[in-house]
């Protein structure tokens, strides 16, 4: 998918996508990463996301990636806080207490520039992106991260229904994607209401990727 894309939604303030509160699945759902304090979570195409904001309440720090610097100046003003900003190769190194942000294409993101991290949550990112971009996307965010664990995030529907983003991601796709590398577990969904975009039934699956 091209970066024009997403970069156009961000300047035309289309981000349906972008939700007014932290995901219940989240808050519902993140104990089951046994995440110690302070814990160092990764967020990949986090845009502006609240649920950041939750997730440094609750006392951990929080790594971005993100392809809108638009989004990310918007993150963190609504967090009303003052970044350092720096370049780490091609990306743009946004820093302020403890929260940091890589502004570029995620792709290009390398393991020593991002540091260790302990887990993953990744809630609109394996979706946002086409089948063909998914294999490739796995695998780099599994070798980026070193295999740390993950809580996703998958919307399921009838894709012939509706063009993405997001995209449909089933159980099927999941398995494909991540089984050689994690053990998938299922651990609960919760229907769309209304439906995706209110047009067609979709539920959201969060799967622990261990």
């Known amino acids: 998918m091209e970066h024009k894309f997403w970069l156009d939604k961000w300047h035309k303030n289309e981000i349906g996508f972008h939700n007014p509160d932290a995901h219940p699945l989240l808050v519902t759902h993140l104990d089951a990463l046994g995440l110690a304090a302070r814990a160092r979570v990764f967020l990949p195409l986090c845009g502006k996301t609240l649920d950041i904001a939750w997730l440094l309440q609750n006392g951990f720090r929080v790594v971005g990636a993100e392809l809108s610097e638009l989004a990310i100046q918007q993150l963190f003003a609504q967090l009303g806080i003052e970044p350092q900003v ?75 229904k509706l063009p993405g983003p997001p995209f449909c991601v089933d159980a099927a796709e999941v398995h494909r994607l991540y089984d050689k590398a994690y053990m998938t577990a299922q651990l609960g969904s919760a229907e769309i209401e209304g439906g995706l975009k209110g047009k067609v039934p979709a539920r959201e699956v969060v799967w622990l990727l261990s």
């Open 86 to 160: 720096s370049n780490v190769g091609n990306a743009k190194h946004y820093r302020g207490g403890q929260l940091e942000v890589f502004v570029g294409d995620i792709f290009e993101l390398t393991r020593d520039a991002l540091g260790p991290i302990d887990a993953v949550y990744d809630r609109a990112a394996l979706v946002a992106l086409p089948e063909a971009m998914r294999t490739a996307y796995a695998a780099h965010l599994i070798g980026l991260t070193c295999g740390a664990n993950q809580l996703l995030l998958a919307i399921d529907y009838d894709q012939n």
